[in-house]
């Protein structure tokens, strides 16, 4: 297996809604990470999972919430977004934590906040 | 600071034509990686390639193959025979060897492959 499974592929909430986002991997990779991209932009990393601990929060809004629960699952806890957060959200994996790996992405969570 | 610039913001080439996306590149690191990544339709960001700075062979495989040149910073990226499949967005990347877990990604060249 050598894929990022996202679900779900689209999600609409209200400003008010909880809900979360969740990326599967069952390549044994030991890092995990959550992107944001906005359209006609780049990717905007988000978080960093090393064996399963929290590295990196790049200075992201409390109303984003990660968690990972074992090696395999990374989840992002979505409440009181605006709807600027809409977006594509990606989830990734690499073998090791660190930017000189290539990473293996999933097809993302389309996010419309209303 | 490190950068990456990707000006071709679009291009669009006949089925079967050779293209050229470019990617230049700025830092002072001596460690340092290059990536290029497709992102089509359905979303997902695919792997295509990572580049060490310390290796400079240019790199082929099947219809893609990669020119990499430390002289004028440049990592470009060639599809001979373009197909319709290969319409998506390109992204080129660059890191450190510093640990800092982030990309910087260019901006992306969106490339339409008409039939």
């Known amino acids: 297996d050598t894929e990022v499974t996202q679900t779900p592929k689209h999600l609409v909430m209200g400003m008010t809604n909880k809900k979360s986002l969740k990326c599967e991997q069952h390549?044994?990779?030991?890092?995990m990470y959550w992107y944001k991209q906005k359209a006609k932009k780049p990717p905007e990393l988000m978080f960093v999972?090393?064996?399963?601990?929290?590295?990196i929060n790049e200075s992201v809004p409390s109303r984003f919430s990660p968690e990972c629960p074992n090696s395999s699952l990374l989840n992002l806890h979505l409440h009181a977004l605006q709807p600027e957060d809409s977006a594509l959200y990606l989830c990734?994996?690499?073998?090791?934590?660190?930017?000189?790996?290539?990473?293996?992405f999933g097809s993302g969570t389309r996010l419309t906040v209303v | 600071a490190q950068k990456v610039t990707q000006a071709q913001t679009e291009i669009s080439v006949v089925e079967k034509e050779d293209v050229t996306l470019d990617c230049v590149y700025e830092?002072?690191?001596?460690?340092?990686?290059l990536f290029w990544y497709k992102q089509p339709p359905s979303g997902e960001l695919v792997f295509l390639i990572r580049?060490?700075?310390?290796?400079?062979q240019n790199e082929i495989s099947g219809r893609y193959s990669w020119n990499f040149q430390k002289s004028t910073s440049s990592f470009n990226f060639t599809i001979t025979a373009s197909q319709v499949v290969d319409s998506a967005v390109y992204f080129c990347?660059?890191?450190?060897?510093?640990?800092?877990?982030?990309?910087?990604f260019g901006t992306g060249t969106r490339l339409k492959v008409l039939a």
């Open positions: 990734a994996s690499s073998q090791l934590a660190g930017s000189d790996y290539g990473y293996t």
């Open positions: 390549m044994g990779h030991r890092a």
């Open positions: 999972y090393s064996y399963e601990k929290l590295s």
């Open positions: 830092t002072r690191d001596t460690t340092y990686y």
């Open positions: 580049r060490n700075s310390f290796d400079e």
């Open positions: 990347a660059l890191s450190d060897d510093s640990g800092t877990y982030k990309y910087i």
